[in-house]
């Protein structure tokens, strides 16, 4: 049974930090690309951040450009995003995603992956 569990949600202060944590089972980690998601209440899921199944590429939407980093532990079938000088507007859900195996287009779809966790609450007050 496949599994992928997002942690390392909470409030933290504009301009503060939180680290992510997006644990995946029971799947081929090291062939797929890993993605984070982010959904604002009232507002569509958007794309946040993805990194490619060797960790070499990466790729960010716009609005988080230079703050955020996403990386992957294969050895640990783990994946992280590490969110510096956060602000209001990040607030969200934040939703880890396991893209299909050896897709590496369009890796900012939500159709280019498979799994999905559950979401962990991220609010930055200001």
């Known amino acids: 049974q496949v599994q992928v569990v997002e942690s390392g949600g909470g409030s933290v202060q504009a301009g503060g930090s939180l680290r992510l944590s997006c644990a995946a089972s029971g799947l081929t980690f090291s062939n797929r690309a890993m993605g984070w998601f982010r959904q604002a209440p009232g507002k569509e899921r958007e794309f946040v951040a993805a990194?490619?199944?060797?960790?070499?590429?990466?790729d960010y939407a716009d609005s988080v450009k230079g703050r955020f980093t996403i990386s992957r532990d294969n050895a640990k079938n783990t994946v992280y995003l590490q969110m510096n000088s956060l602000k209001p507007e990040d607030t969200a859900v934040y939703y880890c995603?396991?893209?299909?195996?050896?897709?590496?287009?369009?890796?900012?779809?939500?159709?280019?992956?498979?799994?999905w966790g559950q979401g962990t609450q991220v609010t930055v007050s200001s």
């Open positions: 995603a396991a893209g299909r195996q050896y897709r590496s287009s369009n890796l900012y779809q939500d159709r280019a992956y498979d799994y």
């Open positions: 990194i490619m199944w060797g960790g070499g590429s990466t």
